[in-house]
């Protein structure tokens, strides 16, 4: 027994289950469920509601004004709708971002100001409606030339050595095994799947490090705490693997390359997304994430594993199912079969489409040195998407108010704890 379930559970009236699970009301007006094994399922009282995983940590926590959600590996994500409707997402002490509705040209769109590692930026998003459930999609600020486009997504005449000069940053000896970039790239494409890769995973080992979490490679010290499906070693990303984020990465620049011509056009109607309709999408995880498997256990996915769909959504479904294809020691095993919200698919899919135009403004600034070859000069402009051009700045107190968030929910967790286990009499309360 670990976390909660090594704490006494308070007298009460019981109530056995079918499952022989337990219900207990106690004192105070708390209740408390019990799995079959005797671990604790959930504890409610005084408007608080938490839900624990069955090796006795804190799964969520609702109050009337946050919603906390831990991840098998102990890392926190928490909620604020505050009275503007704002909405506040921390995922770290130092992680997170505040999201607005801003209507702009007569279109609504959600602005959302970034704080991670320390640094503040901005993103915009529109949103539409997949299957009843609204999704919002990453909207880029600028866009290139056409021509460069072009450039980016046709194969290179020569194969180009590059070195990405990587080799000294902890982050990737953290991931050595797991992820190696080419040595020779024939394709910018292949060399935007790698920079896609490699700035999804040291984004998230710097979060890691700054947030004090507890990388899941070395998580499982106690593996009677670890879920009970998880991946015993690493499963590195493949060839093959590299190969169809590529193709996907062109993909997307065939369509950017469109966007961009029709940007001093009207404003077209937002599409459907492609990743739920192509099965050989590749989801690459941007945070961490708790699902469970087809036979119903529950694992944990982080940043830098690979899915991939297990065939199209359920009708009415708000979530999908995907093969894991590639995965780190103790999160899902390779080739389990795990379902994912449309919600977090869209992030992802998101996290893709940002790190690509990061990816084409590092070859923009660079081509022509460092082995990259020129692009045509017609091709290195860029223009604003004149959706979104001149929308009112975002908010500056971003960093202060998720520390103050942090503050509040832990907090309501200790408050939480005491009302559970204290000793004091609940009796009036």
């Known amino acids: 027994m670990h976390g909660v379930n090594i704490r006494p559970v308070p007298p009460g009236k019981v109530s056995v289950h079918k ?23 959930s504890f409610s009282a005084h408007n608080h509601t938490a839900q624990f995983f069955p090796h006795g940590g804190i799964r969520t926590l609702h109050t009337k004004t946050l919603d906390i959600t831990r991840g098998v590996h102990g890392e926190r994500r928490i909620m604020t709708v505050r009275p503007d409707k704002s909405v506040l997402v921390a995922t770290g002490p130092h992680h997170g971002y505040l999201q607005r509705t801003v209507t702009w040209h007569n279109r609504t769109f959600y602005q959302r100001t970034y ?57 990737y000896g953290y991931y050595a095994g797991y992820f190696a970039p080419l040595p020779v790239y024939p394709t910018p494409s292949l060399w935007l799947a790698d920079y896609v890769i490699g700035e999804t995973l040291r984004a998230a080992y710097v979060a890691q490090m700054e947030n004090n979490e507890q990388p899941p490679a070395e998580y499982a010290q106690d593996e009677t705490a670890m879920p009970a499906e ?32 029709q940007s001093n056009q009207a404003t077209s109607n937002v599409e459907p ?32 594993d690979v899915l991939r769909l297990n065939g199209a959504p359920l009708e009415g479904a708000q979530a999908a199912e995907v093969r894991v294809v590639s995965t780190r020691r103790a999160d899902c095993s390779a080739n389990s079969v795990v379902t994912v919200a449309f919600n977090d698919l869209q992030e992802m899919d998101n996290s893709m489409r940002e790190q690509i135009y990061s990816g084409l403004n590092t070859l923009r600034t660079s081509q022509g040195s460092n082995g990259l070859p020129g ?12 959706e979104v051009a001149g929308m009112p700045p975002a908010d500056d107190n971003v960093a202060d108010m998720l520390e103050s968030q942090q503050n509040e929910a832990d907090q309501a967790e200790s408050q939480t704890m005491d009302s559970a286990f204290g000793e004091q009499n609940h009796a009036s309360n």
């Open 115 to 171: 704080v991670m590692n320390r640094v503040t930026y901005t993103r915009v998003y529109n949103s539409y409606t997949y299957r009843g459930i609204v999704l919002e999609e990453y909207v880029p600020t600028m866009y290139y030339a056409p021509a460069f486009y072009q450039w980016a997504y046709t194969p290179w005449g020569v194969p180009v050595n590059y070195a990405w000069g990587w080799n000294g940053d902890p982050w």
């Open 273 to 304: 997304p492609s990743m739920l309709s192509n099965p050989q999408y590749p989801f690459v995880v941007v945070s961490n994430l708790a699902v469970v498997t087809s036979s119903g256990e529950e694992c944990a996915l982080s940043a830098g």
């Open 230 to 261: 998880y991946a015993e070693a690493d499963t590195p990303i493949t060839p093959e693997i590299r190969q169809t984020i590529a193709d996907e990465v062109r993909l997307q620049l065939a369509q950017e390359e469109e966007a961009a011509a």
């Open 375 to 386: 692009a045509p000069t017609n091709a290195l402009t860029t223009q604003q998407n004149r």
């Open 19 to 41: 499952d022989g699970g337990l219900s207990i009301a106690a004192s105070g007006g708390r209740t408390y469920k019990l799995r079959p094994d005797g671990t604790l399922a």
